[in-house]
């Protein structure tokens, strides 16, 4: 089966600043990928390059197996959407929710929207009176079912969220994660979730690709990644996690206190100034494309 | 609490209409960490800016204990109270970016706290403020004083933000978030550097977090806020072994726990939203999102105790 999102050795450099660097990754159909990493590390201007938003300066991203360069607008429109993190800003204070919701379908030609947008109001739990509400009446979790409502009313394979739970409380946040794994059950979906919350993504995703620097360190099948993280990063990304578990204190995640610098990416492997086991080679030799174990995993001492 | 440092009692906070704190109790001890945990709304960022004499202008504020030592915050004036705040009580915010001044170094920023508080010579204030540095895990800390805010990362901000609050050896840290805006490993090593300094220094510490693993891992004891009470309070053990308001069920349920995921299975959570306090409110503020709610939840949310140190607001025995 064709993949639902196939990116090919794409990199994006703005200034001094390499923010993506040789990415390859397929994102199956149906598949929720959960991209992880700390700010900076690259994973929101991958989103945006996913999206058609931004131009990668080398490789390129098939959507459904064609190439998003050579779709026109409309057509992307049709194909992915986007949910973003901050339903404050992503949605336009003067409009009414029913014409935000109705705006896709306008910009596709469409006349007889109403039913559509009151159907897809109902869909994401919102009932009919919000859609006469403008941003500034809503809650935060009434917005970000807005912004669901809007990227799901055209129907699309893929919808790209970008922290979508970020800016919300944990209640709400898990009303919204509920709303988005039953939509997708329920139409097929492919999603691409972006998110610096382990917890969130390890609920959600079926795989996951962990972003260091620009690149994509591990990527391996959900579970196998939460259980059995294989790359030091991933391990001590994992091991700072704070479950509601008293008792257990402050964990340390061996990474000392030198922090990455996305326009001074290191020679050799890049995580090896913060890795606690890093070796002499890590600092020379590049751990590119190195799988072990059945799954991706950028690390010299995992090929041995 | 005879041995607490910070004691509040029946503290109520009101913005027009909106009774945004409604009665809240707080002790904080000596060498005790109390978090005041919360959605957003709940008034526990309020209760922090209550407490400090920080409230915005226009704000009512009323109580009938508010105890700092030996002070009575009650009767102090507005300058007697900033005579005490960076002094005696240091404070820490969630955005260490607009919490310090860009225009100005670190260095600059730390003697000056010191000096207004404690005069002394400008080369014992900027040793202090080396010293404070190095404290808070900062290397070479002699250049760090000469640097901008900008010039550091979120992580070093926050640690200048802590020295900086640390500078004049407080009694009481009143921490606003101080993690929220950082990275998880970030985030670790600052909450790891708290609970040190906190027990080598005997601070009392009130926490003020919306994460429930930040809770978990760092607090003595609990306060869950809702509405602008605290609807349970409890030693951090006892809350999280025997949750007993729904509300804090509820939240506990919505949090998606790394290695305890059943992918199939929805998240609980809580329906609806927090509602707006106005005046003359009566009965339960959670009632309307309870799933537990009976008619007597409209009269009053009597105050139970499930064990000692342990109570909760609610119609429901224990």
Known sequence: MTPAVEIREVSKQFGPVRAVDGVNLLVPQGGVMGIVGESGCGKSTLARIVLGLLQPDAGEVLVEGRRLA????????????????????????????????????RAQGERDVEAKVADMLARVGLDAAMGARLPGQLSGGQRQRVAIARALVLEPRIVVCDEPTSALDVSVQAQILNLLAELRRELGLTLVFISHNLAVVEHIATEVAVMYLGRIVEHAEGEALFQRPAHPYTKALLASVLTPDPGLGIPDSGLGESYPDPANIPPGCRFHPRCPVAIDKCRTTSPDGITAQGRLVECLLAAD | ??????????????????????????????????????????????????????????????ADRLRFGEADLLGLSDRAMGRLRGDRIGMVFQEPMTSLNPAYTVGSQLTEVYRRHRGGSQRAAVDRAAE???????????????????????????????????????????????????????????????????????????????????????????????????????????????????????????????????????????????????????????????PFAMPECAIEAPLRQRAPGHAYLCQLPP
């Open chain 1, 70 to 105: 050579s779709l026109d607008r409309r057509t992307r429109a049709r194909l992915i959407q986007p949910v973003f993190q901050d339903p404050y800003s992503s949605l336009n204070p003067r409009h009414r929710v029913r014409d935000i919701v109705a705006l896709p379908l």
């Open chain 2, 132 to 290: 404070l540095l190095g404290r808070v895990g900062i290397s070479a800390p002699g250049r760090r004083l000469g640097q901008f805010p900008h010039q550091l990362s979120g992580g070093l901000r926050q640690r200048v933000m802590i020295a900086m609050a640390l500078m004049c050896g407080p009694e009481l840290l009143i921490a606003d978030e101080p993690t929220t805006a950082l990275d998880v490993t970030v985030q670790a090593s600052i909450l790891r550097l708290l609970a040190n300094l906190q027990a080598e220094m005997g601070l009392a510490l009130l926490l003020i977090t919306h994460d429930l693993g930040v809770v978990a891992r760092i607090a003595h004891r609990v306060s869950v806020m809702y509405a602008g009470q605290v609807v349970e309070t409890a030693p951090s053990a006892a809350l999280f072994a025997h949750p007993t308001h729904p509300y804090t069920r509820g939240l506990l349920a919505s949090v998606p726990v790394p290695g305890k995921v059943r992918r199939d299975e929805p998240l609980g959570s809580i329906p609806g939203t927090v509602p707006r306090i106005g005046p003359g409110f009566q009965g339960c503020s959670f009632r309307d999102r309870c």
């Open chain 2, 1 to 62: 609490m005879p041995d607490s440092v910070l004691e509040v009692g029946g503290l109520r906070v009101g913005f027009r209409a909106v009774e945004a704190v409604r009665g809240v109790d707080l002790a904080v001890a000596r060498g005790e960490t109390h978090c005041l945990v919360g959605e957003s709304g709940s008034g526990k960022s309020v209760t922090a800016l209550a407490v400090m004499g920080l409230l915005p202008r226009g704000a009512r504020r009323g």
